[in-house]
DNA sequence: CCATTCACACAACAAGCGTTACGGTTATGT
DNA sequence: ACATAACCGTAACGCTTGTTGTGTGAATGG
């Protein structure tokens, strides 16, 4: 009986890919059905039938956004600070769509801080991925490739490293392009390597 | 002739405070003409009276926190790695009022995104404090007492850090409590310490 | 003490918003 | 082939938005 035949959660995904296109050219403030309507090249008649309502549509995009970034193809790497390195390369925005994915994130923070619900859920995203970068230090730790010290500080500061280096390459492309965010990130690599003599030697047992 | 003597410049302060306490309350998305003006006691009116449009109103408000942030007593320090943990403990969310302050910046993110011009804005800000802080690095390396290396990519490293760490602690208050982010910022610096026995050491000439 | 002028409330406006109701078209099951 | 049901364009709804116009009261200058 479906127009087309029966991809309902084929339809609701171009929706949401609409949904991302508008919020990444004009944020969270220029977000308006009509928009996303035009967008996908259709009515708001569309929307309402695959959506209750506009909360819905947002949620429904933002869950997608983050599940689709979440199974996107990882950068392969050794084990140790190698793995480290590749987790934190995969969040910066390096390429069009990685941009695309934080600048959506970035924005979407103006509406989360308004409202306790959704910041809880991304200090959840967020916690989840500060824990699985903690399990990749301590393993890098334990191939003696990292300074020793507790794990869960330096993947909190290796995340809010990441973190800001995101906003500042998202507000200002020209001063930080992909080299020089690699390079920076190198750099706090580099500052927690094992001090050379010190203690954080490999462990052989 | 006026009701309240002369002081019109005060009065757009007092507006513009009000702006100030809806985006931290709400975000941009709940900022409205309105909304100002009952967090004001007054009406639409007043506003019109004073600002043109509410571009105007939002660019002054905004502008005017700029000024007053930049303009608030610092945090005594002395020279060396002492003034630079001081200057980054200015930027961070330790007291109410610097939530607040940092709450509304990082809302203004979207608009900004959206808008080249804006994003400009922005960039040239977070370029000053950065530069900023690089004189204070030189001095420290200079001082011996932090490790040798580029210290525009220190500086951009340790406001990259720094700005995530806002986000951080914005979104996720109770897992980045003031104790907590001191911490992590410490940990930065310690990273950054000059190597026992390497290079790095003081300078005597 | 009167004319003037600023300060601001009040009310109305058109435009744009999310949402709802309806109707025509099209593919399917029987 | 016919009934059915999904698909979705069209149009309208009530509401909120930024903005504008008008009017009133208070303070000031001559």
Redesign the interface.
């Known amino acids: 009986m479906p127009r087309t035949k029966g991809d309902h959660e084929a339809r609701r995904r171009d929706v949401s890919e609409a949904v991302w296109r508008v919020l990444a ?6 977000l308006t059905m009509r928009a996303v309507a035009a967008e996908l090249g259709a009515t708001t008649g569309l929307l309402t039938h695959y959506f209750r309502t506009k909360r819905d549509l947002v949620a429904h995009a933002l869950d997608l956004l983050e599940r689709r970034t979440e199974a996107r193809p990882r950068r392969a790497a050794g084990p140790g600070v190698s793995a480290v390195r590749a987790a934190l390369l995969d969040i910066l925005p390096l390429t069009p769509e990685a941009t695309g994915s934080n ?1 959506i994130w ?9 409202d306790p619900g959704l ?1 809880a859920d ?2 959840r995203k ?2 989840r991925s500060r824990d699985r970068l903690r399990d990749l230090i301590v393993e890098a730790q334990r191939l003696g490739e990292l300074r020793p ?1 507790d794990p869960d ?2 993947a ?2 290796a ?10 390459a ?3 492309a020209p ?1 930080f392009p992909p080299r ?1 965010q690699i ?2 990130l190198d ?2 690599l580099a ?2 390597a094992p ?4 203690p954080g030697e490999p462990h052989d047992g």
């Open positions: 050219a004009h944020g969270f403030g220029g600048r970035v924005s979407s923070w103006d509406t989360a801080l308004a910041s991304h200090a967020y916690a010290g500080r330096i909190a500061g995340q809010a490293f990441v973190l800001g280096l995101v906003v500042q998202l507000l200002d001063a020089r390079e920076l750099d706090h500052a927690l001090t050379r003599g010190g």
